[in-house]
């Protein structure tokens, strides 16, 4: 049988949740502006708008916002990306 390769595959300790760490109103609630450097942070608890696992940490500026999502613009080595992705899963810089 061939083997799953989902969106999730090799994310045992991206994703793992800290003990401290709680799913809150305000992480969803959270404003950015044009502009703003943030960094991409997934939280494994909401899987809604979650951007690509390899992302992860990686530091971007925000271009547009989208309804609730907001577009983030990420060099991936000499490229730039455009990720959309909820305020749950970027911090600011």
Partial sequence: MRRSRGFRSKTRNVLRIGKSVRNTI???LRTF????KVIVMQNAAIQKGMPHPRYHGKAGKITEKRGVSYMVA???GNKDKSLISR???IRKN
């Fill in 33 to 36: 502006e044009i502009g703003d």
């Fill in 87 to 89: 305020p749950e899963h």
């Fill in 26 to 28: 305000t992480n969803t």
């Fill in 74 to 76: 990420v060099k991936d």
